[in-house]
């Protein structure tokens, strides 16, 4: 099993798109190839 996300909205894994911040947290973004939805996840987690 994939540590990456689904899209909830084309069901298809999300593609790494760099890091962010949240707060002081270094975070990971994820962008659906798809749509373009974006999320973020902890790394690590």
Do not use: L
């Not at 707060?23 to 996840?41: D, E, H, I, N, S």
Request: aromatic content about 8%; proline content about 7%; some cysteine.
């Amino acid at each position: 099993m994939s540590d990456k996300p689904v899209c909830p909205n084309c069901k298809i894994v999300m593609h790494k798109a760099g890091f962010g911040w949240s707060g002081r947290k270094k975070v990971q973004r994820y962008r659906c190839q798809g749509c373009g939805y974006t999320t973020t996840k902890q790394p690590g987690k």
